[in-house]
């Protein structure tokens, strides 16, 4: 059987059980109807409809990108079909309770199943993907009604669930949003204002969509302290569960992108009146929570859905990686420096040794951004079913440290890998001859997609490695150390030292950031202290990874290897530079006026 160009099964395989020891986990009360098989079985059947239901459009979704006419979203049937079959296999329902018709799935086998759709078709998944994030927010923090109405639903499939942040005027900046909620005398909210790229925001493809809606209710602080969160269906939904009026929720226009292409992304008005619930202006919501808390609520999401981009970005740069590798193995052209004779016969380009090079960097990228995700994910599984407190309180605290890390680094060097493997197609790579530039085009909006890097630097700068009075930086080194302290004894000793020192310099560099006593120097630097730390955090998983290979000899487990030396003797030395420049507090950008630009 061919092996897939989509993802790797065998890097899967390797990943969860002989690395991440998922098994373990049918051990607790929450997994214990499952077993390896139960796990296996559900990876293939991501991997059969992701081949057979998803693959097969992701080029004519990209060149036939959604329309909206006269107010509503046009869109290939493709789509609605692979989605049918994706919420028919109970893959959207995968991680919930079987009380909500679940499988209790594990997060960690769930993100590696989800991880098949994102590789085969990004702009696809991000329909169901978005509806599992908005689920979960309910299930944590809304009333049993809203899980029951809303909730259920959307676990069946048949309606899909956004999240509706952004303004035109405000984009990131959420204390400067104005959509406006105005409390009713039955309890329920009308809101006015508008939302700018919200996925998935409107289409044909379920019969009701769930937005879940951050507004400022009169009267509440200001800023992000006066911020509410409200579910606001397209639909409205009568007593007995059947779909009522139209909401006063309107599709103002699409924005086309230069990939996820497949994806609605929308502006949309609340409250424009065009449609009058009852007739009154307004689109109706239903209060999530309590007033003033919605970004806290909302943070549930997000968060969820950053290392689901990560999870995403590291997916694209596997199957970019996947692609070249075959095209490099079967494309033959030239003759190794070693051999000049034109009467020999070209050999693969995967012979020259420059080759060789990018797809070495493409797989350390690809493969130890995939590590990332599926690691957070198993801190998802611990948080929530550890053994005791303290297990269950160490993997939040740690989770906490590497969300923006989990969003940005794969985010960063996944597009990168995608890049890589366009150079290893040559003049093919950038035409439509090949697929690996629309991976690249899907994967370039990954570093926008929940927070840009500078967001996710000023999170983990800002607020993470210091919260709790640095707790949650000192369990990460303790946790590096504890691999390096493994690899002791080993071939593996010396990447070992090297990362010891990486992580040492790494708490000095906090200190320094913070000890000068100028938050807009420290804040200034948060980027790059972001690379710094990501380079970090994955030459630790890719020493974990190795260890995890023992004295297995298949090409399998020295290309792991391999991939591990590259990344420590290429990639780990540049955080030394990174760490130099964060050491000196460097003003460059601080000082360099806007006019200068």
Known sequence: MRSSLILSRRDLEFLLHEWLAVEELTKRPRHAEHSRETFD?????????ATDHFAPHNRTADEHEPRMVDGRVEMIPEVSRALRVFADAGLIAGTFDEELGGMQLPHTVAQA???????????????????????????????????DTYVRPMLEGRWFGTMALSEPQAGSSLADITTRADRQDDGTYRLTGNKMWISAGDHELSENIVHLVLAKVPGGPPGVKGISLFVVPKHLVRDDDSLGERNDVVL????????????????????????????????VGYLVGEEHRGLTYMFHMMNEARVGVGAGAAALACTGYLHALEYARTRTQGRPP????????????????D??????????????????ALYCARLVDEEQTGGSEAERARAHLLLEVLTPIAKSWPSQWGPVADDLAIQVHGGYGYTRDHPVEQFYRDNRLNPIHEGTAGIQGLDLLGRKVVMEGGAGLALLGQTITATTARAAGTEWAGYAADLDAAVARLGAVTATLWGADDPAVTLAN?????????????????????????????????GKRAAARYFHRHELPKVAVTLDLLESLDRTVLDTPAAWL
């Open 252 to 283: 103002a226009g699409l924005n086309h992108k230069m990939g996820y292409r497949g994806t609605t992304n929308t502006l949309l008005n609340f409250g424009e009146g065009v449609h009058t619930p009852g007739g009154r202006a307004g689109a």
């Open 355 to 372: 080759v060789r090079r990018m797809l070495l960097a493409a797989k350390s990228y690809a493969e130890g951004g995939l590590a990332l």
């Open 338 to 353: 070693t051999n000049r004779d034109p009467a020999t016969p070209p050999v693969p380009i995967v012979e020259h040794t």
């Open 526 to 558: 948060a980027t790059a202290y972001l690379e710094a730390a990501g380079h970090v955090v994955v030459a630790w998983l890719w020493l974990d990874q190795v260890l995890a290979t023992g004295d297995h000899d298949s090409d399998f487990h020295q």
């Open 113 to 147: 199943a989800m991880a098949w759709f994102q590789a085969a078709n990004v702009g696809t998944s991000a329909y169901p993907f978005l509806t599992m994030a908005n689920a979960r927010l309910l299930v944590a923090h809304g009333s049993r009604e809203q899980v």
């Open 41 to 49: 079985a559900v990876l293939e059947l991501a991997e059969q409809i």
